[in-house]
Each structure stands twice: as structure tokens, then as C-alpha cells.
């Protein structure tokens, strides 16, 4: 099975999952580009995923809907015209097609009522994370806490390491910039970056990442890492309580930055 970034709007990627024959789309904002790599595959569509309610995610429906009468599966706890399987945490998708399952993990904070889909197999696992996280970074807190925000982060972070993760941004040298005042001293995330920036130059998505390296270079999953903290204290002029903390200082500082 191939998973394939459509570009959209200035920064967006609409994931593309086939297996030659059949396809699934995640968090189509616009139906043009997942229209035009249908036609030039010759694929059949045969479900969409969605993660939250913002129209650069759920933009492109109503007119995928128009020519394919396909399930949209997305979170129960917001309402979305054209969502006709709601789903919340535990629950399983299953896109027979393409012999895939995917399992709903509730990761509220973006939004209040996020989503996220889980699929173990095939190896090494893939994590569709919408704007929950994105590489070296969180979504901004629209809707949601600080506290929940970490919670959902956690969820990520007991993931296995080797599990790739589709953010629907390409943000991540933004994310990194901030990382390195956010974390100073990182000798892996500096090594991340200069990958990334080397891709980016190419003209390729920095896109997946995995858990092991969100864990390694993301202040956001690092909050209760001592450079974390001591930048956090050192900028904000306080040593944050606990973990929340610092991410809630973490997000405010981002913000701004």
C-alpha cells in the first residue's frame, strides 16, 4: 500500500492511501487534487477519513461525495456535513478494500472533539495525527487545553517508535526554528533539521516522521526534559509546576513566535 501527500492550499497534505485499485482519503480540504490523482491512477475511492472540523480538512466533501458514494468516516463529538460514520476513542475502522484497520484514538486540544486514526499493520504502522501534531510541533489550542493537549500528545508518544506520522502541515522547519530556542542544546533535532532543510530544497515533504524522532526532537513531547523546562522558566521569568505547565507556557510561546 502507497501513502501519498497531495499538496493543498499553501501548506496542507491531503494523505492518499491505495493499494493500485482502491483509495482512501484523509482530511480532504479540496476535492481537486485527490479528483486528479483518482483520474490519473485509475483508482476507485472507497472511503474518506477525516480528524477535525476546520474547512481546510473537510473542505473538499460535499463534492468528493457528489461522484463517489463512499463512507466519511469522522469525530462524533463535531458535527460535519457529510460524516455518516462517527467514530470515537476504540473504535475500528475497517476499509475492506484496501485490508486495512485502523483504530479512532479522541485526541481533543486543536479541536474539542480531534480525532486521530491508528493503523498497526502493515509494519511499521501508520498514524494519521491530523493537526494534532505535527513534526516538532502541536496544533494551536482552538478549542482545547493545555491539559488535554498533553494528554493526546501522550497517547502519540506510547505509540512504537517505528510508526510513521502523516501531520496534515508542512510545517515543520517553522516548528524546528522554535525548537531551537524552545530546547537549545539537541543534538538530534539539529541533525533532524539539516535532513529536513535538505529536503525541503529538494521540493519534498518533510513528511512522515515517526514517533522515535517526534520524541527526540519535539519540545511539545519534551516537556519534562531539564532544557525544556530551563527555557521555559528563562523566557516566561517562572519555572513551570509540571509537565501541563510547561506545555501551556510551550504553546503561548509559539504563538508569538
Given at each position: 500500500?502507497?501513502?501519498?501527500?497531495?499538496?493543498?492550499?499553501?501548506?496542507?497534505y491531503?494523505?492518499?492511501?491505495?493499494?493500485?485499485?482502491h483509495?482512501?482519503?484523509?482530511?480532504?480540504?479540496d476535492a481537486?487534487?485527490v479528483e486528479?490523482?483518482l483520474a490519473?491512477?485509475?483508482?476507485?475511492?472507497a472511503?474518506?477519513?477525516?480528524?477535525?472540523?476546520?474547512?481546510d480538512?473537510?473542505?473538499?466533501?460535499?463534492?468528493?461525495?457528489?461522484?463517489?458514494?463512499?463512507?466519511?468516516?469522522?469525530?462524533?463529538?463535531e458535527?460535519?456535513?457529510g460524516?455518516?460514520h462517527?467514530?470515537?476513542?476504540g473504535?475500528?475502522?475497517?476499509?475492506e478494500?484496501l485490508g486495512?484497520a485502523l483504530t479512532?484514538?479522541?485526541?481533543?486540544g486543536h479541536?474539542?472533539?480531534?480525532?486521530?486514526?491508528?493503523?498497526?499493520?502493515?509494519?511499521?504502522?501508520?498514524l494519521?495525527c491530523?493537526?494534532?501534531?505535527?513534526?516538532a510541533g502541536?496544533?494551536r489550542?482552538?478549542?482545547?487545553?493545555?491539559?488535554?493537549?498533553?494528554?493526546?500528545?501522550?497517547?502519540?508518544?506510547?505509540?512504537?517508535?517505528a510508526?510513521?506520522?502523516?501531520?496534515?502541515?508542512?510545517?515543520?522547519l517553522?516548528?524546528?526554528?522554535?525548537?531551537?530556542?524552545?530546547?537549545?542544546?539537541?543534538?538530534?533535532?539539529?541533525?533532524?533539521?539539516?535532513?529536513?532543510?535538505?529536503l525541503?530544497?529538494?521540493?519534498?515533504?518533510?513528511?512522515?516522521?515517526?514517533?522515535?524522532?517526534?520524541?527526540?526532537v519535539?519540545?511539545?513531547?519534551?516537556?519534562?526534559?531539564?532544557?525544556?523546562?530551563?527555557?521555559?522558566?528563562?523566557?516566561?521569568?517562572?519555572r513551570?509546576?509540571?509537565?501541563?505547565?510547561c506545555?501551556?507556557?510551550?504553546?503561548?510561546?509559539?504563538?508569538?513566535?
Amino acid at each position: 500500500m502507497d501513502i501519498i501527500p497531495l499538496p493543498a492550499f499553501r501548506d496542507n497534505y491531503i494523505w492518499l492511501l491505495h493499494d493500485g485499485r482502491h483509495a482512501v482519503a484523509v482530511d480532504p480540504g479540496d476535492a481537486g487534487p485527490v479528483e486528479d490523482f483518482l483520474a490519473r491512477h485509475g483508482l476507485a475511492l472507497a472511503a474518506v477519513l477525516v480528524t477535525h472540523h476546520h474547512p481546510d480538512h473537510v473542505g473538499g466533501l460535499q463534492a468528493l461525495l457528489a461522484r463517489h458514494g463512499v463512507p466519511v468516516f469522522g469525530p462524533a463529538r463535531e458535527p460535519i456535513a457529510g460524516v455518516d460514520h462517527p467514530v470515537a476513542e476504540g473504535d475500528v475502522v475497517v476499509i475492506e478494500q484496501l485490508g486495512l484497520a485502523l483504530t479512532v484514538l479522541d485526541v481533543p486540544g486543536h479541536t474539542a472533539g480531534h480525532v486521530a486514526y491508528h493503523a498497526a499493520a502493515p509494519a511499521p504502522g501508520s498514524l494519521f495525527c491530523g493537526d494534532t501534531m505535527f513534526s516538532a510541533g502541536c496544533g494551536r489550542l482552538f478549542e482545547g487545553t493545555p491539559a488535554q493537549m498533553a494528554a493526546s500528545l501522550a497517547k502519540f508518544g506510547a505509540l512504537p517508535d517505528a510508526t510513521r506520522v502523516y501531520c496534515t502541515h508542512e510545517y515543520t522547519l517553522s516548528n524546528l526554528a522554535f525548537s531551537r530556542v524552545a530546547e537549545p542544546v539537541n543534538g538530534q533535532r539539529d541533525a533532524y533539521a539539516a535532513r529536513c532543510e535538505r529536503l525541503r530544497a529538494a521540493g519534498e515533504p518533510t513528511l512522515p516522521s515517526t514517533i522515535g524522532t517526534e520524541k527526540a526532537v519535539n519540545p511539545f513531547l519534551r516537556c519534562t526534559e531539564p532544557g525544556v523546562i530551563e527555557a521555559v522558566a528563562a523566557h516566561g521569568g517562572s519555572r513551570p509546576a509540571d509537565a501541563v505547565s510547561c506545555l501551556a507556557a510551550l504553546r503561548a510561546w509559539k504563538d508569538v513566535f
